[in-house]
T-cell receptor
Framework: DQQVKQNSPSLSVQEGRISILNCDYT??????FLWYKKYPAEGPTFLIS?????DKNEDGRFTVFLNKSAKHLSLHIVPSQPGDSAVYFC?????????????FGTGTRLKVLA | DSGVTQTPKHLITATGQRVTLRCSPR?????VYWYQQSLDQGLQFLIH???????AKGNILERFSAQQFPDLHSELNLSSLELGDSALYFC?????????FGEGSRLTVL
């Protein structure tokens, strides 16, 4: 049972344009969501997060939007840069449960074209 | 550099063998998580330890076991290895809701 889904395995975007990466989840108990970026031969690195009490969180070029009714979150990167080319994972957790079980999606490979 | 150290970085072994992967969390972090990433797959949660105690279990096979020692480092033991166990194994430690990952141990089972 895949509780966190990233239905687009890959995405190509022109440099300078907006990249939108999507993530859907099924467990309504998730209350904290994170995005991670992964380059080849490296571990995933934290990018941005959002609590379920918010619907938007912004950090520089990165903005995460949360739509709880649709159980959907998205990561916007504006403007996209070639260095953003990586695999992006969304993750979700039920922090209030105390079990601290982070569930990850399968990832979306973003390619930013120069 | 996340501060999480994993050894070995690469490991090649044969089916039926047993290996141990080691993880040292960031200084001060009490939690250690283990994840498996198979080819073109997402990060599959295996197990979580907090201050030496198992806190949560994911899709971890019975052939796999883990522990966290008093100095907070953790080991993931994989036994009776099968071809399908070939994967990247990541360890992560956490603080304030954020996971910090090591660079992973790539296991190849031939």
């Amino acid at each position: 049972d895949q509780q966190v889904k990233q239905n687009s395995p890959s995405l190509s975007v022109q440099e300078g344009r907006i990249s939108i990466l999507n993530c859907d989840y099924t467990n309504s108990m998730f209350d904290y969501f994170l995005w991670y970026k992964k380059y080849p031969a490296e571990g995933p690195t934290f990018l941005i997060s959002i609590s379920s009490i918010k619907d938007k969180n912004e950090d520089g070029r990165f903005t995460v939007f949360l739509n709880k009714s649709a159980k959907h979150l998205s990561l916007h990167i504006v403007p996209s840069q070639p260095g953003d080319s990586a695999v992006y994972f969304c993750a979700a957790i039920n922090l209030s449960s105390g079990t601290y079980k982070y569930i990850f999606g399968t990832g979306t490979r973003l390619k930013v074209l120069a | 550099d996340s501060g999480v150290t994993q050894t070995p970085k690469h490991l090649i072994t044969a089916t039926g063998q047993r290996v141990t992967l080691r993880c040292s969390p960031r200084s001060g972090d009490l939690s250690v998580y283990w994840y498996q990433q198979s080819l073109d797959q997402g990060l599959q949660f295996l197990i979580h330890y907090y201050n030496g105690e198992e806190r949560a279990k994911g899709n971890i096979l019975e052939r796999f076991s883990a522990q966290q020692f008093p100095d907070l480092h953790s080991e993931l033991n994989l036994s009776s290895l099968e071809l399908g166990d070939s994967a990247l194994y990541f360890c992560a430690s956490s603080k304030l809701g954020e996971l910090f990952f090591g660079e992973g141990s790539r296991l190849t089972v031939l």
